[in-house]
């Protein structure tokens, strides 16, 4: 079967229909994916996927025959010479893994030009770590138009992370966007209590993040999408973290819980994965899949993080049921105790969700995100998992996420 000629443009871009089978599974797609779904257009894999014959069965349940592609990449695809990936490079990886865990990430938007910064601002891009600003509080730098490069990763170091929540704190008197400031500063503090996750002090602190995200939705829905961090980055566990608080906020809300219920699920599920701090960054950064060994390790971060939580006295004792069954499912395929159906209670449900949607649509090293639309259509597939009213919600909520 040959490629179609029918041609259509996508933000100013030229795409070509093409049958489904003509996407090579396993190989790179060195182009965006685009379908047609009631007239609308939408991206369905982002270039750099790498597809498998699971992804191209969830299209053909859906009743797709074609995609779009663009049209100047088609014959470097059709060929057999497919680029190779920096990322086949195990020395390269190793490499990054080890520098990843000395930096944070912030957001680019809060590097404003005209604004000076007294600490040093570092670029990752292609596993690459490169210093772009040079400051410390003796010697401020400015933010120029042209400093922050549009693409890749910005990163502080972590030692340095007192002096940006001061910046973060300066800006927010400021700036007018509060969503970015409060999502920054959730960031931090998600940052620090994995870095001491048995301090109290730190651990107190959430509740405030907390309700600042619902006072924030509430007052405004749309904000949940200014909140979520932006998924050209690549995956942290804090980022992570604040995002499946979000979601999870924000589905609570959806569904109608009081305010105190919609409280005690924020501060289990941004606290969902505090246990993740237990586990060697070799594990948790590992490239590929997981041997068998290396799964059960990982499994254990559940109860990790239920075990430090428990003696806490900030946190709700309801909250506990985010933490402890965030990786169960209903059909009982899930960890770490294989619960079903009605064993696992509406925070672990919720919980669930929230973390499979924002760990399928964050960017890994090794791989790209997969498009809201799709990881959406992946979750609806894992029937008996994930409880279905809930997610008919949550599709509801993100229903302007593209």
């Known amino acids: 079967?040959?490629?179609?000629?029918?041609?259509?443009?996508?933000?100013?871009?030229?795409?070509?229909?093409?049958?489904?089978?003509?996407?090579?599974?396993?190989?790179?797609?060195?182009?965006?994916?685009?379908?047609?779904?009631?007239?609308?257009?939408?991206?369905?894999?982002?270039?750099?996927?790498?597809?498998?014959?699971?992804?191209?069965?969830?299209?053909?349940?859906?009743?797709?025959?074609?995609?779009?592609?663009?049209?100047?990449?088609?014959?470097?695809?059709?060929?057999?010479?497919?680029?190779?990936?920096?990322?086949?490079?195990?020395?390269?990886?190793?490499?990054?893994?080890?520098?990843?865990?000395?930096?944070?990430?912030?957001?680019?938007?809060?590097?404003?030009?005209?604004?000076?910064?007294?600490?040093?601002?570092?670029?990752?891009?292609?596993?690459?770590?490169?210093?772009?600003?040079?400051?410390?509080?003796?010697?401020?730098?400015?933010?120029?138009?042209?400093?922050?490069?549009?693409?890749?990763?910005?990163?502080?170091?972590?030692?340095?992370?007192?002096?940006?929540?001061?910046?973060?704190?300066?800006?927010?008197?400021?700036?007018?966007?509060?969503?970015?400031?409060?999502?920054?500063?959730?960031?931090?503090?998600?940052?620090?209590?994995?870095?001491?996750?048995?301090?109290?002090?730190?651990?107190?602190?959430?509740?405030?993040?907390?309700?600042?995200?619902?006072?924030t939705i509430l007052d405004k829905p749309d904000s949940i999408y200014e909140l979520l961090h932006l998924k050209g980055y690549d995956y942290y566990t804090y980022t992570h973290s604040v995002n499946v608080g979000v979601l999870s906020v924000g589905l609570g809300i959806q569904i109608g819980l009081d305010r105190d219920t919609i409280y005690k699920l924020g501060i289990g599920a941004i606290l969902h994965d505090l246990g993740k701090s237990q586990i060697p960054n070799e594990i948790l950064n590992k490239q590929g899949r997981l041997n068998e060994t290396e799964y059960n390790i990982i499994k254990q971060h559940v109860l990790f993080g239920y075990e430090i939580l428990k003696e806490k006295k900030e946190v709700p004792k309801e909250s506990l049921l985010a933490v402890l069954q965030h990786h169960e499912k209903l059909s009982g395929r899930g960890y770490p105790y294989g619960l079903k159906g009605e064993e696992i209670k509406l925070f672990g449900r919720i919980t669930a969700i929230a973390d499979c949607y924002d760990a399928l649509t964050t960017r890994r090293p090794y791989k790209p995100p997969l498009t809201p639309y799709f990881a959406l259509s992946i979750i609806v597939k894992e029937k008996g998992d994930h409880d279905t009213e809930l997610l008919k919600a949550f599709i509801k909520m993100l229903g302007k996420i593209q």
Do not use: C
Not at 58 to 73: A, C, Q, T
Not at 118 to 146: Q, R, T, W
Not at 163 to 176: C, G, H
Not at 200 to 210: N, P, Q
């Open 1 to 215: 079967m040959g490629y179609a000629t029918k041609i259509k443009k996508i933000n100013e871009k030229e795409l070509i229909k093409i049958p489904l089978e003509e996407l090579k599974i396993k190989k790179t797609l060195p182009f965006d994916v685009y379908i047609r779904d009631s007239g609308i257009d939408k991206k369905i894999f982002n270039k750099g996927t790498i597809l498998s014959n699971s992804f191209i069965e969830v299209l053909k349940e859906k009743g797709i025959s074609h995609v779009y592609v663009e049209k100047s990449d088609l014959d470097t695809y059709k060929s057999r010479a497919l680029p190779e990936s920096v990322l086949d490079s195990p020395v390269a990886f190793k490499n990054y893994s080890f520098w990843k865990e000395k930096f944070y990430q912030i957001d680019r938007n809060l590097l404003i030009p005209g604004i000076e910064v007294d600490f040093p601002i570092y670029h990752l891009k292609d596993f690459n770590f490169k210093k772009i600003v040079e400051a410390s509080s003796e010697k401020p730098s400015m933010i120029y138009g042209d400093t922050i490069p549009e693409e890749g990763d910005i990163l502080i170091e972590k030692k340095d992370l007192p002096l940006f929540r001061e910046y973060i704190e300066f800006l927010s008197k400021r700036v007018e966007e509060k969503e970015l400031i409060i999502k920054e500063s959730a960031k931090v503090l998600i940052a620090e209590v994995l870095n001491e996750p048995r301090s109290g002090e730190k651990i107190k602190k959430v509740g405030k993040v907390v309700n600042n995200i619902i006072e």
